[in-house]
């Protein structure tokens, strides 16, 4: 049973990293609305008595699948949708295109068991922000979902490296392209971009370089303006496919 799930029943679960403070600039008057998608019944209520227990996090609605998951973004227009990937009538990674259309503003977080490569590959092309897996303990959820809101992304850092052997593959793939030249970033800037690929977040690249997390919100801005991109995710992409950074 997941950790979360275990508490929600009355057990508890092993401690686990203690993630940023609220979303930065979010009035507690203004909690980060939540729509959950599972198609477990039981996982739903587990997951929305945790969440409960947040004073800045509130669980709006919740959806027994990916078709019913659309109808409700688009009615309840939520700052994040956290859902299962694989689900009957029609599954989280194929919902993820249509509540883009319906509620742009709503940042998609993948909460499943699925540790396929292929499902992380295609949720993230969906435009999912975050793929995280149902083994995390309640306070990575917590974390997980403040994190997104706001404006970075998360993946457990077993699928990550999934996703940078696919990224290598890609670039081994195209070799024999040649593009305009990649703008330069600084050997600081260069640091913390091979840090954001092991999937690490602003608080704890802070602590590797020992430097502020605001000095790293302010690179990873920089490495976003330079290369004209708007994702840290499309920045580690296009870092692995313009050889800016090496995987070895």
């Not at 959950?36 to 019944?41: K, L, N, P, R």
């Amino acid at each position: 049973m997941p950790d979360f799930a275990h508490r929600a029943a009355g057990g508890s679960g092993p401690d686990s990293y203690e993630g940023p403070d609220h979303a930065a600039g979010r009035a507690p008057a203004e909690p980060i609305r939540v729509l959950v998608v599972d198609d477990h019944a039981l996982f739903r209520r587990g997951l929305e008595i945790v969440l409960a227990q947040e004073e800045d996090i509130q669980v709006v609605g919740e959806a027994g699948d990916g078709a019913e998951a659309v109808d409700k973004a688009a009615d309840l227009l939520p700052d994040i949708v956290l859902m299962d990937v694989r689900m009957p009538r029609r599954g989280g990674i194929e919902a993820c295109t249509s509540i883009k259309e319906v509620a742009p503003s709503a940042k998609i977080i993948m909460l499943t068991i699925s540790d396929e490569e292929a499902d992380l590959y295609e949720a993230i092309k969906a435009g999912a922000t975050g793929y995280l897996l149902k083994e995390i303990s309640t306070d990575e959820v917590a974390t997980a979902i403040r994190a997104v809101a706001d404006g970075q992304s998360q993946i457990s850092p077993s699928m990550a490296s999934k996703l940078l052997t696919e990224f290598k593959s890609m670039i081994q793939r195209t070799d024999e392209r040649r593009l305009v030249p990649a703008p330069k970033l600084t050997d600081r800037e260069l640091e913390v971009l091979k840090l954001v690929a092991t999937g690490l977040n602003n608080r704890d690249i802070a602590k590797q370089l020992f430097i502020s997390e605001n000095t790293v919100k302010n690179h990873v801005r920089n490495i976003l303006e330079k290369l004209q991109l708007h994702s840290r995710m499309e920045a580690v992409v296009y870092a692995m496919r313009e050889k800016i950074l090496e995987i070895r």
